[in-house]
């Protein structure tokens, strides 16, 4: 099977690629390597794929529809699948640069849909969604099922349409379409802007970790490969015909059916970095969210879903990975 990865330098993106790969997947890699955060973390990711001889790469922003068509062009053909990671990330970010989302999240989503439906030989493509679709939602857990038409941040509203456009190429088009909410995926290699490793980096050089919400918050935290098994699994199946449309679209959340108080990660990383954390506390943040739980019964049931790792011990796991990539 032949594999496209938009966002392959990513967080998630690059290691769907190395699990692809183990299996003997040729997997094509896309990727911006924009600066929202260190860019060196994404090169050294990407160098590590580039050891693999059925891996290839092109530097390419997924909204300039020329480069996408003129690039992609030369390996269309051969493309099974896509699964489709790149986007701009961060709820407080987007409140802040608006417009990246628009390019990334909406313009750049529309450019894959297009692409995609070009493509005759294509089987699927698997496209990251995000937990933050529930917004104002306080029913728990979150199931696919609930209404999602309160989101609370810009970010969560690309997410949202990027279902529905997704929705709609299906259905005109009757490309297999598949969307993933990703509930606070941690790990190696995980993003910098993300809690756990900011808490790691801070804890670590003696500086404060600042805790929203004065510490009342719940997530639903995920570990990266129990994530990318979903990714796989969804990509394996595509979607049969379904809904009043027949669209063969689908959603699914990709959680560890876990909603865990923040403070009890702060405390595991404190143990795993034989340090104690100096805390200030402070107030709910704009877009942000009290507590996310992931109903994962639908993704059980029809991709064999079953996370295995709890935070327990994919907080040491972190640890131990940072401490090596930095050398601390």
Same mark, same amino acid.
């Given at each position: 099977?032949?594999?496209?990865?938009?966002?392959?330098?990513?967080?998630?993106?690059?290691?769907?690629?190395?699990?692809?790969?183990?299996?003997g997947?040729?997997?094509?890699?896309?990727?911006?390597?924009?600066?929202?955060?260190?860019v060196?973390?994404? !090169?050294?990711?990407?160098?590590?794929?580039?050891?693999?001889?059925?891996?290839?790469?092109?530097?390419?922003?997924?909204?300039?529809?020329?480069?996408?068509?003129?690039?992609?062009?030369?390996?269309?053909? +051969?493309?099974?699948? @896509?699964?489709?990671?790149?986007?701009q990330?961060?709820? &407080?970010?987007?409140? !802040?640069?608006?417009?990246?989302?628009?390019?990334?999240?909406?313009?750049?989503?529309?450019?894959?849909l297009?692409?995609? &439906?070009?493509?005759?030989?294509?089987?699927?493509?698997?496209?990251?969604?995000?937990?933050?679709? #529930?917004?104002?939602?306080?029913?728990?857990?979150?199931?696919?099922?609930?209404r999602? +038409?309160?989101?609370?941040s810009?970010?969560?509203?690309?997410?949202?349409?990027?279902?529905?456009?997704?929705?709609?190429?299906?259905h005109?088009?009757?490309?297999p379409?598949?969307?993933?909410?990703?509930?606070t995926?941690?790990?190696?290699w995980?993003?910098?802007?993300?809690?756990?490793?900011?808490?790691?980096?801070?804890?670590?050089?003696?500086?404060p970790?600042?805790?929203?919400?004065?510490?009342?918050?719940?997530?639903?935290?995920?570990?990266?490969?129990?994530?990318?098994?979903?990714?796989?699994a969804?990509? +394996?199946?595509?979607?049969?015909?379904?809904?009043?449309?027949?669209?063969?679209?689908?959603?699914?959340?990709?959680?560890?059916?876990?909603?865990?108080?923040?403070?009890k990660?702060v405390?595991?990383?404190?143990?795993?970095?034989?340090? !104690?954390?100096?805390?200030? #506390? +402070?107030?709910?943040?704009?877009?942000?969210?009290?507590q996310?739980?992931?109903?994962?019964?639908?993704?059980r049931?029809?991709l064999?879903?079953?996370?295995?790792?709890?935070?327990?011990?994919?907080?040491?796991k972190? @640890? !131990?990975?940072?401490?090596?990539?930095?050398?601390?």
């Amino acid at each position: 099977m032949s594999t496209l990865i938009t966002g392959a330098a990513g967080f998630i993106g690059s290691h769907v690629a190395h699990r692809l790969l183990a299996r003997g997947d040729t997997v094509v890699g896309i990727d911006n390597l924009n600066s929202y955060y260190d860019v060196r973390l994404k !090169e050294a990711r990407l160098a590590r794929l580039l050891e693999h001889p059925n891996f290839s790469f092109h530097k390419l922003d997924i909204s300039d529809r020329e480069g996408i068509n003129g690039t992609l062009a030369k390996v269309g053909k +051969d493309i099974d699948g @896509v699964v489709h990671l790149a986007a701009q990330a961060g709820v &407080r970010h987007s409140i !802040e640069h608006p417009f990246d989302y628009i390019s990334a999240n909406i313009v750049g989503h529309l450019v894959m849909l297009e692409w995609c &439906r070009h493509q005759p030989g294509l089987k699927h493509m698997v496209y990251a969604s995000s937990s933050s679709v #529930y917004g104002g939602n306080t029913t728990l857990p979150f199931s696919v099922e609930d209404r999602v +038409d309160h989101p609370i941040s810009l970010y969560a509203a690309t997410k949202k349409a990027d279902e529905l456009m997704s929705h709609t190429y299906a259905h005109l088009y009757r490309i297999p379409l598949t969307g993933m909410r990703f509930f606070t995926v941690y790990g190696p290699w995980g993003r910098p802007d993300m809690a756990l490793f900011k808490f790691c980096k801070s804890i670590l050089e003696g500086q404060p970790i600042t805790i929203y919400n004065n510490g009342e918050m719940w997530r639903d935290f995920t570990y990266v490969d129990d994530i990318v098994t979903g990714v796989v699994a969804a990509l +394996d199946r595509p979607p049969a015909p379904q809904g009043p449309t027949g669209a063969p679209h689908t959603v699914f959340n990709i959680g560890n059916h876990r909603s865990e108080p923040l403070m009890k990660l702060v405390g595991l990383l404190e143990t795993a970095l034989g340090k !104690e954390a100096i805390k200030i #506390y +402070d107030g709910m943040q704009p877009g942000d969210v009290q507590q996310t739980y992931a109903d994962i019964e639908a993704t059980r049931d029809l991709l064999g879903y079953e996370p295995t790792t709890p935070i327990d011990i994919g907080v040491p796991k972190f @640890v !131990e990975w940072y401490r090596g990539h930095y050398g601390v």
